[in-house]
């Protein structure tokens, strides 16, 4: 009679520790699972979107002379090494975790700036925050980033001594560059006269690439393109 007590109770326990095994299965996901889920897919999109949804055709500014104009891309680098920053900075993006540097050269509608935009995947945020402090915060180019050009555009002449302006801005486990010149080539020294406003539509193009890259989408596990 015990031994029959004893398998029935046995039976039970096991049937119970069955059923919470299945509904930990197929419960859906927490809303802490959801979020990190989100947080991983933001840090992986500097390798799995195209390139040319980090650095769209055109992106939007405001206008020196007031409206709006749009900035051109000129080409987009294949390489996505740490290196293509000043040395000095360089350091401090491999000791913060960097694991690549996308890099992309737009004229403005003008034709007359050109910006190089640099996209920094650090490892976590934290290591993104200590990055950002290895360049100038104020609108200094160096250190910095160093310009990409492209041989037979307006932007052949495109070296770090025609650099101007530069600017960083951080989110998430992004940092995200530029530095800007005139298509001309002329070195800062060279200028007439300083007219940081030229640039300013520098930063306002960054802050795009650097909106859509950072955003986390949380998962809709009612729609169609998740699988929870």
Not at 7 to 32: H, I, M
Not at 63 to 78: D, K, L, N, T, V
Not at 88 to 93: D, G, Q, V
């Amino acid at each position: 009679m015990a031994a029959s007590a004893l398998s029935l109770l046995c039976a039970v326990a096991a049937g119970v520790a069955g059923s919470a095994a299945g509904a930990e299965l197929t419960r859906g996901p927490t809303a802490a699972e959801l979020q990190a889920a989100a947080r991983r897919e933001v840090a992986e999109r500097w390798r799995t979107w195209p390139a040319g949804r980090i650095f769209p055709a055109t992106l939007p500014y405001s206008a020196e002379q007031g409206g709006r104009e749009r900035a051109s891309r000129i080409g987009i680098s294949p390489r996505t090494s740490c290196d293509p920053v000043d040395a000095e900075a360089a350091k401090a993006l491999r000791e913060a975790g960097c694991r690549g540097v996308l890099r992309a050269t737009y004229v403005d509608a003008l034709q007359g700036v050109l910006v190089t935009i640099g996209v920094v995947a650090l490892r976590d945020e934290p290591g993104a925050a200590r990055a950002r402090t290895a360049f100038s915060d104020s609108g200094k180019p160096v250190p910095g980033l160093r310009p990409l050009a492209f041989s037979g555009t307006v932007a052949d002449r495109f070296t770090p001594e025609v650099r101007q302006a530069g600017s960083v801005r951080q989110a998430g486990p992004y940092l995200v560059l530029t530095t800007s010149g005139q298509v001309d080539g002329r070195p800062t020294s060279a200028a007439d006269e300083q007219r940081p406003a030229i640039f300013a539509f520098a930063t306002e193009i960054a802050e795009h690439v650097l909106t859509d890259l950072s955003t986390p989408k949380v998962p809709d596990c009612a729609a169609e393109e998740w699988r929870c």
